[in-house]
């Protein structure tokens, strides 16, 4: 998805602005460019590419030098194909203006009609050119104003940063939906659309609001209204982030480094919630736990991963405390007329906490009154800060594109989210006792040497993902918790290797995918022995030997029954059905990465894909 980074400073802006775009990398994108503005220049220096950064920074070699102010964009195509043309940053008609954005301009083809009607010729397909051409011609030696008027004239939602070849002193922003943060620094200033792009200069950060506009200069940041023009005061926050966190730290792959940052991942939440064996969440008011007690049903809305990660939630939440629950992807929900009232507590789950049909789902659920809480990894995203309450799942940044341990912090915040609702609410299951939450506790303190153990078998998995690279359709089968765990084994192998999986509830399989099995077919089971459906998978993987189908099996450690009866076998420590799919999901996301470097797949990202999805 695209991003954004500004600089106004003493440095020279060309390389912080291509380190920001290097940080922001991880998002995923298909083209890339910067403008620039010397102190003297009466023209922008402007580079753009197609491709990867290495494409654009090849175009840098012997480029001027005393360049103190710039923007910088990755795009990720929306309108138009990705090239050299539609790349941004976009100027005005007279090159007077120059512009980034993240976001959609809903009615550019109406504004660019408008612009064409008054002699305006466009070089891109892009909704954003429009948008540099509609400033500029507001502009008459007043950007804030010219800003102002063009917002006023656009629907849709964005992030901007602009500036004006007329005043290298400052640089301006806006935003509505988009993310923005501002870096503070001294005698320099900074935003970018992602505190990735901000790390390696400072951890000073102002977190933007909707409606905001920023001027930065070097020495001030001054944000207004971008309505009415009135001054906002606005308080620095300091973030934790470091830069090493957010590099590979020796592993190949991002993907690989951030699997095996599990166990400290799963280490650090109970470190955070649990204290002397009572869940504590701090973000939890008691105004919002006393509503809580009050809630009927809980809805979990969530895309992709995060999605999978509700449905284990509803599982969690049905069938150990016995309280309705449904489990939703956002896009659906935003648009079904949901039924949800102030009885309901609906759960927004979401890695990078921006992803537009969560969002727009959230905002659904507060217009109907329900009380909302947000399970959210990126610290002071846009859906952590619209949300009634927040749980941090504090995984850190997770740059690969597929999510891998932000999935295990999400199971993590849910499991104790439900203990916790276990513990306080009036209508969990009668059997729900406090000797149940301290048994699920003392589970779960378990789970990260229980990681530890399942990641020792990377070469077990290796050896499969040898025999089974060339394979272009793959089934995962599981039931109850497992069949979540089925859908996300089955979208990690579709995200990296591109070969076609299909995850279902084993007990489906009879109904009609159990045409697709020969022996050339393979088939993953999930089928942990403490399930208490195990021997409706056994009877499953019965079915598919049965067919000659090559079974590979995620089971119990010590359980040669299964073992016996696959070709390919990965253990999982013993634990509680309700937590087994927090180790089950661990070797599926190994042998997705496996298959995808044997195939030379870009891994970390993978076509297509964006890290967080900010468009419909
Ligand atoms: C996960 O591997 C995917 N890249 C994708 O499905 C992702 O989980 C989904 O887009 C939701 O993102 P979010 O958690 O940032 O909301």
């Given at each position: 998805m695209c991003g954004i980074v500004g600089y106004i400073g003493e440095r020279e802006a060309i390389p912080v602005l291509i380190k920001g775009l290097e940080h922001l990398e991880y998002r995923g994108y298909d083209s890339a460019g910067i403008a620039c503005l010397g102190a003297r220049s009466s023209k922008f220096f402007v580079a753009k590419e197609k491709g990867k950064l290495s494409e654009l920074k090849a175009q840098l070699n012997g480029v001027p030098s005393n360049i103190h102010l710039g923007i910088g964009h990755t795009r990720w195509a929306t309108h138009g194909q990705p090239s050299r043309a539609n790349a941004h940053p976009h100027l005005g008609q007279n090159g007077v203006i120059a512009l980034v954005h993240n976001g959609i301009i809903e009615n550019y083809a109406e504004l660019r009609a408008e612009l064409e009607r008054h002699g305006?010729?466009?070089k891109s397909q892009t909704d954003t050119e429009v948008a540099a051409h509609l400033v500029e011609r507001y502009y008459h030696g007043n950007l804030q104003e010219a800003i102002q008027k063009a917002i006023q004239r656009m629907t849709g939602f964005f992030a901007f940063v602009v500036i004006s070849r007329d005043d290298p002193s400052r640089l301006f922003a806006c935003k509505r939906s988009n993310p923005l943060v501002v870096g503070v620094g001294h005698g320099e200033n900074f935003i970018a659309s992602d505190i990735s792009a901000l790390l390696p200069y400072t951890k000073q950060v102002i977190y933007l609001e909707d409606d905001e506009l920023i001027e930065l200069r070097c020495d001030a940041v001054t944000v207004f209204d971008l309505q009415t023009g009135t001054r906002i005061k606005k308080s620095v926050s300091r973030i934790n982030w470091n830069v090493e966190k957010a590099?590979?730290?020796?592993y190949k792959h991002?993907?690989?480094k951030e699997i095996y940052e599990q166990p400290e991942v799963v280490r650090n939440t109970l470190e955070a919630r649990v204290k002397k064996g009572k869940i504590v969440f701090d973000s939890l008011t008691q105004?919002?736990?006393?509503?809580?007690?009050?809630?009927?049903?809980?809805?979990?809305?969530s895309c992709g991963t995060a999605y999978h990660a509700g449905l284990v939630g509803n599982y969690m939440l049905g069938e150990s405390l016995r309280l309705p629950s449904e489990a939703t992807v956002s896009s659906e929900f935003r648009y079904e007329d949901p039924a949800v009232d102030e009885d309901d507590l609906v759960v927004l789950i979401t890695q990078s906490g921006e992803t537009a049909d969560t969002l727009a789902a959230l905002r659904e659920a507060k217009a109907r009154g329900a009380l909302t809480l947000a399970i959210v990894n990126v610290v002071g995203s846009t859906i952590a800060r619209e949300?009634?309450?927040v749980l941090y799942t504090h995984a850190g940044p997770e740059i690969g594109v597929a999510s891998t341990k932000a999935y295990l912090a999400q199971l993590m915040i849910i499991a104790l989210f439900s203990i916790f609702i276990g513990e306080i609410h009036p209508a969990r299951k009668k059997d729900f006792t406090q000797a149940k939450a301290r048994t699920l506790l003392k589970e779960l303190s378990r789970l990260p040497r229980q990681i530890e153990e399942t990641l020792r078998d990377e070469k077990r998995v290796e050896v499969c993902a040898r025999a089974l690279r060339e394979k272009k359709n793959f089934i995962y089968l599981g039931r109850g918790y497992n069949y979540p765990t089925a859908l996300e084994g089955a979208l990690k192998l579709k995200e990296i290797t591109y070969a076609h999986a299909h995850g279902y509830a084993a007990g489906e399989m009879k109904h009609g995918p159990i045409a697709l099995i020969d022996q050339t077919q393979p088939v993953i089971c999930i089928a942990p022995s403490t399930s208490k459906t195990y021997e409706k998978m056994v009877s499953n993987i019965e079915e598919?030997?049965?067919?000659?189908?090559?079974?590979?099996?995620?089971?119990t450690r010590g359980d040669e029954n299964v073992r016996s009866l696959s070709k390919y076998t990965f253990s999982i420590p013993e634990t509680q059905e309700m937590l087994s799919p927090i180790l089950a999901v661990v070797p599926l996301q190994l042998?997705?990465?496996k298959i995808a470097v044997l195939n030379q797949r870009d891994v970390d990202q993978p076509r297509n894909l964006a890290k967080s999805v900010t468009v419909e």
């Open positions: 305006h010729k466009f590099q590979k730290g020796g991002f993907m690989l105004k919002w736990i006393h509503r809580l007690k009050q809630i009927d049903k809980i809805h979990f809305v949300a009634d309450a598919i030997r049965a067919r000659k189908g090559i079974v590979i099996s995620v089971t042998l997705a990465y």
